[in-house]
């Protein structure tokens, strides 16, 4: 009997293990596709104080937290949280999303946030994002913020780059979806190429993300710690092969360079309007929203 009770306890000990908090209905979809998954082991607690207790004494690869409208208040007690537990990673689950709401997020240390209607697939990759860092520190910061005028800065870390693109995505904003899809969509170009190119993947080195909503436009403003590119010397980017945009993969694969090199063409094809500093290092995005 013993021997069987040292066996379950091996057993359990190897799962990745989820703690679901508050009411798990909502995102039952999400969490299922775990709690069906026999790799992963799902516990649940209804009320957040319930949380910290559990954090102290098990290891979980992240903590899904569904906050219902009037929950608002808990962000506050999230403050607390690298107190009782340094490394746990935290994703939100929100019924609606406002600035105030997210900007608390992000300053509690939050790995992402996500709003109704839940996008499952994206929810169930950022999971597995946070499972799979094992050595995680957060990496964004807000250093300015009005709902018209919002400056972080992020580590050079290809999972912060995603992160940082969820949490845009839940900005409100008078955008179509697939609107908000393409602006999303050319923001993380621009930005994983900052952090690729600019900040060479370190992440002791930090890119300066800065949000501008005027009356007509949405802008984003990227600035990296790199010492920029010459925009008539991009024979591994696409952009440099309207002719044929697949040329440049031979010089990537020649060069060392990873799979990719869209990032610019693709930004260009879905906000209206795209412009590099002189030297390279900074980049512009502006999306008309009227």
């Given amino acids: 009997m013993a021997g069987v009770n040292a066996t379950q306890e091996t057993a359990n000990a190897?799962?990745?293990?989820?703690?679901?908090v508050g009411d798990a209905q909502p995102i039952a979809e999400i969490w299922g596709k775990f709690h069906n998954d026999p790799k992963w082991r799902t516990d649940f607690v209804c009320h957040w104080q319930d949380a910290a207790p559990m954090l102290r004494h098990a290891r979980y690869a992240v903590v899904l937290?569904?906050?219902?409208?009037?929950?608002?208040s808990e962000l506050t007690v999230m403050r607390t949280l690298p107190a009782t537990n340094q490394l746990v990673?935290?994703?939100l689950f929100v019924e609606q999303s406002t600035i105030d709401q997210l900007l608390a997020a992000i300053r509690a240390h939050a790995f992402s946030y996500f709003?109704?209607?839940?996008?499952?697939s994206a929810a169930c990759h950022m999971i597995n994002t946070a499972a799979a860092l094992s050595d995680w520190v957060n990496g964004i910061e807000v250093l300015s913020a009005t709902p018209e005028y919002l400056t972080l800065r992020l580590r050079c870390a290809m999972s912060t780059a995603d992160r940082l693109v969820q949490f845009m995505k839940e900005v409100p904003i008078e955008l179509l979806p697939d609107e908000l899809h393409d602006t999303a969509q050319a923001f993380r170009e621009l930005l994983l190429n900052a952090i690729e190119h600019g900040g060479k993947l370190d992440r002791n080195q930090w890119v300066r993300v800065s949000r501008v909503r005027?009356?007509?436009?949405?802008?984003?403003?990227?600035?990296?710690?790199?010492?920029?590119?010459?925009?008539?010397?991009?024979?591994?980017a696409a952009v440099s092969h309207s002719d044929d945009?697949?040329?440049?993969v031979q010089i990537r694969e020649a060069l060392g360079y990873r799979a990719g090199g869209f990032g610019m063409l693709i930004a260009r094809?879905?906000?209206?309007?795209v412009i590099y500093n002189e030297q390279g290092n900074q980049v512009i995005l502006i999306k008309h929203v009227d």
Avoid: N, Q
Wanted: glycine residues 6%; without cysteine; proline residues 5%.
């Fill in 214 to 236: 005027t009356k007509r436009t949405l802008v984003y403003h990227i600035v990296d710690p790199g010492e920029g590119f010459s925009r008539w010397d991009l024979s591994h």
């Fill in 269 to 273: 094809h879905m906000v209206d309007e």
């Fill in 245 to 248: 945009p697949l040329f440049h």
């Fill in 65 to 72: 937290v569904h906050l219902g409208m009037e929950s608002a």
């Fill in 89 to 91: 990673k935290i994703i």
């Fill in 115 to 120: 709003s109704y209607p839940f996008d499952v």
């Fill in 14 to 20: 190897t799962l990745t293990r989820i703690l679901v």
